[in-house]
C-alpha cells in the first residue's frame, strides 16, 4: 500500500513542478515583454547610438565658400529675416529634425539684420523629402515652413501631414539637389549652413546657440 501511495504520489509532484516550472516561464516573458514595451515607448524615432568616435561637425575638408556659391547658384531655398541684410546665412534643414527647429527659434532675434536661406535636405527619413517638397511647392514657402513647425510635435504624424498631398515632382527633385550640394560639402549634419558676412569672408554656421551666433556676426 505503501509503494503504491508513494507512487501515486511521485507523478503529482511532477505535475506540480511542471506547472510551476511553466509560470515561472510565463512570467519571464511577461516581464521581459513590458521591458521592450517600455523601450520601445521612450525610445526616439529612429535613434541611432554610433560605436565609431564622433566626427567634427564642420568637416575639416569643408570649402565654405564653394558651398555657399553652390546653394545660391543651384539650390532651392526660401528667405527667412532682412531680404536686404549685407550679412547672408545660407542653411539646410531636414524637415524631420529637431534641432533644426530649435536652431530657426535660435535665429530669430537676428531676423532684422540677417537674410537666413532655407534650403530643405533629405537625410533623416522618407518624408524629408516630402515635406521639403511641399514647403517649396507652396505659394508662401515661409508660412508653410512656420505651419510645419507648429506640427512638429504632434503625436500623429511629426510636421506637415504629406500622405495625400499632390507634389510636383520638380520640388522632389529640388530637395534631392539641395541635397547633394550639402553631401559634395561633406556634411554630414543638419542644421549645417555658411554664412558671409560683409567683408567677403566665409563662415560655417552649425547647431548655434543664440549667444554664439552673436559671436559669429561680431555684433
Not at 501511495?5 to 516550472?21: D, F, L, Y
Amino acid at each position: 500500500m505503501l509503494d503504491e501511495a508513494a507512487s501515486g504520489e511521485e507523478p503529482r509532484q511532477k505535475r506540480r513542478v511542471i506547472r510551476r516550472t511553466v509560470k515561472m516561464i510565463t512570467r519571464r516573458q511577461f516581464i521581459g515583454a513590458v521591458g521592450l514595451m517600455t523601450v520601445a515607448a521612450t525610445a526616439p524615432a529612429f535613434a541611432y547610438e554610433s560605436r565609431w568616435p564622433k566626427k567634427p561637425s564642420v568637416p575639416t575638408d569643408l570649402n565654405a565658400e564653394e558651398f555657399f556659391t553652390e546653394l545660391a547658384e543651384k539650390g532651392s531655398g526660401f528667405v527667412v529675416g532682412n531680404e536686404k541684410a549685407d550679412t547672408v546665412v545660407m542653411m539646410t534643414f531636414d524637415t524631420q529634425c529637431r534641432w533644426c527647429v530649435w536652431e530657426y527659434e535660435q535665429f530669430k532675434p537676428f531676423l532684422d539684420r540677417v537674410k537666413f536661406v532655407w534650403h530643405p535636405v533629405a537625410v533623416l527619413n522618407p518624408w524629408s523629402e516630402l515635406q521639403g517638397a511641399a514647403i517649396l511647392a507652396a505659394k508662401d514657402p515661409k508660412a508653410m515652413f512656420l505651419e510645419h513647425e507648429a506640427h512638429m510635435k504632434d503625436a500623429v504624424f511629426k510636421g506637415l501631414d504629406v500622405r495625400k498631398m499632390e507634389i510636383p515632382f520638380e520640388k522632389r527633385e529640388a530637395v534631392w539637389t539641395n541635397t547633394k550640394v550639402f553631401r559634395r560639402a561633406a556634411a554630414r549634419e543638419v542644421p549645417f549652413g555658411v554664412m558671409k558676412k560683409p567683408d567677403g569672408s566665409y563662415v560655417a554656421v552649425c547647431e548655434q546657440t543664440g549667444e554664439s551666433f552673436a559671436k559669429l556676426l561680431g555684433k
